[in-house]
């Protein structure tokens, strides 16, 4: 099928050609991890889900397990959180979402599932309707800012990871903090934030010295760790991890495999961690996600960066063994990283989506059956949103969502066999990934167009 005047486009693993036409495929512009389900966003505001699915934490009606990602919600879902087997998401006017396992209150609709053995609901509920900015998703608890700044928990509080004061778990959510809350970070028994100054703050189970305050007892009030300049947070198993505005990078916490990255192997039975914040690297840090007993970092060149356990191969290394020391593991181009109990996920700066470890519940959204790959396996490829339509008689505009910033070239080709693609411009996309390109093809050929991002 052709366009009038004979322009036809191509948008990389799919053709549509109308008047005015659209092509689904998208970059993944958000991930995330839980204990073997994995969540993504693509950039049309879509929810993707595979994995585990034994509570209903995929959201898509079902108890089922998938190994291919299936698509949950359509649109407009602009934040995601996976929890032990628990799932939370946003949605742009701001209404916090939640499906899954459901025991403890965990999602905060004000019950406790009992309907063994699923223990959950597997369609998304809403849970609150508005102002709603931030999420996390611990074991089997989470918590949720306001657009006040307020920290607000549910779910599990065995170990005071609520931080309201007592050890009662509750099925609706409570305020714990009243304002100037910015960031949160959920492990498995202990949670983080950070305030306006940059100070962190820590609450819940401290055995391995995961809190960062020089003890090993546990804390049900929220508590300061570090007094400023604190720009990000992670929380793994039983470890946790912090930027400074330096860009250094500081853990705390279990290191019985090396997942803080100090050089050691944490003896000190019986907690095998530190208990004190302590530096691992000096500078160049943009980003850290903690898994169940590894770690991984993004540095300012792109690079991503493991260290930890190792036995399923989530450190993506080729081997499977585990490391004390980060090791680089992609030399760059890694824009988001997640880490789940036994396998880690991470996106590249054009929008394709990797995996590596543990693939038991299809996790890895590989579509076969192997339960383990100690190397990145590209799971979605490169995609934009491409659509266009003809201008006047001669013009053919372009637009399209991708990565914010990233450079997109537009290229043209006369005949898809062989394709010759001939670059015609190069523009970068603005802060929300947005781009038009306008350009007039020859009506005398057969114009075939793509846009690709380019490294």
């Known amino acids: 099928m052709m366009f009038p005047q004979g322009v036809k486009i191509a948008c990389l693993l799919c053709v549509v050609l109308v008047q005015t036409l659209t092509c689904v495929a998208q ?3 958000q991930i995330a991890a839980g204990a073997y389900h994995s969540l993504f966003l693509k950039g049309d505001g879509s929810l993707w889900a595979i ?28 934040a995601i959180a996976a929890g032990g087997y628990h799932t939370l998401f946003l949605k742009s006017d701001g209404s916090l979402w939640a499906m899954g396992n459901n025991q403890y209150g965990q999602l905060g609709n004000g019950t406790y599932a009992t309907n063994s053995p699923y223990f959950g609901t597997n369609l998304p509920e809403q849970i609150v309707a508005s102002n709603v900015t931030a999420i996390a998703a611990g074991g089997f608890y989470s918590l949720f800012l306001k657009s006040d700044g307020s920290l607000w928990a549910m779910g599990v509080n065995r170990k005071g990871e609520l931080g309201d004061g007592t050890y009662n778990s509750t099925n609706l959510p409570e305020q714990i903090v009243a304002s100037n809350v910015t960031a949160i970070a959920a492990g498995s028994d202990h949670s983080l934030f950070l305030k306006q100054n940059g100070s962190l703050w820590a609450m819940g189970y401290n055995y391995s010295g995961q809190l960062g305050d020089g003890n090993n007892f546990n804390t049900n009030q ?35 495999y090396g997942e803080l990255g100090d050089g050691t192997y944490a003896i000190n ?24 007993w590894h770690s991984m970092f993004v540095k300012s060149d792109g690079s991503l960066w493991a260290m930890g356990w190792n036995l399923d191969g989530q450190l993506g290394d080729g081997t499977y063994n585990m490391t004390n020391f980060p090791e680089q593991i992609v030399a760059g181009n890694v824009a988001a990283i997640a880490a789940g109990s036994e396998f880690s996920l991470f996106a590249k700066t054009d929008g394709s989506l990797w ?101």
Not at 229 to 239: C, D, L, P, R
Not at 245 to 252: E, I, P, R, T
Not at 270 to 282: D, H, K, R, V
């Open 27 to 29: 970059p993944v512009t």
């Open 51 to 78: 994995g585990d699915n034994g509570a209903g934490e995929l959201g898509d009606g079902t108890y089922n397990s998938t190994d291919l990602p299936e698509r949950i919600v359509a649109s407009n879902v602009t």
């Open 222 to 256: 929220p508590e300061q760790i570090v007094a400023s300049n604190v720009t990000a947070i992670a929380a793994g198993g039983n470890h946790s991890m912090f930027v400074e505005s330096d860009g250094s990078l500081w853990a705390m916490g279990d290191n019985n």
């Open 269 to 292: 039975f019986p907690s095998y961690g530190t208990n004190l914040p302590e530096q691992i690297m000096a500078s160049n840090v943009v980003a850290i996600a903690g898994g169940g």
């Open 355 to 455: 995996a590596m470890g543990y693939n038991n519940y299809g996790q890895l959204g590989k579509g076969i059956p192997d339960l383990y790959t100690n190397r990145p396996v590209q799971i979605l490829a490169a995609y934009n949103l491409i659509s266009g339509q003809l201008l006047g008689e001669t013009n053919v505009q372009l637009s399209f969502v991708g990565i914010a910033g990233t450079n997109y070239a537009l290229d043209r080709s006369a005949s898809l066999a062989p394709a010759k693609w001939i670059p015609q411009m190069t523009n970068p996309a603005g802060s929300f990934g947005a781009m038009i390109f306008t350009n007039t093809p020859d009506a005398t050929t057969n114009n075939f167009w793509r846009i690709r991002s380019v490294p």
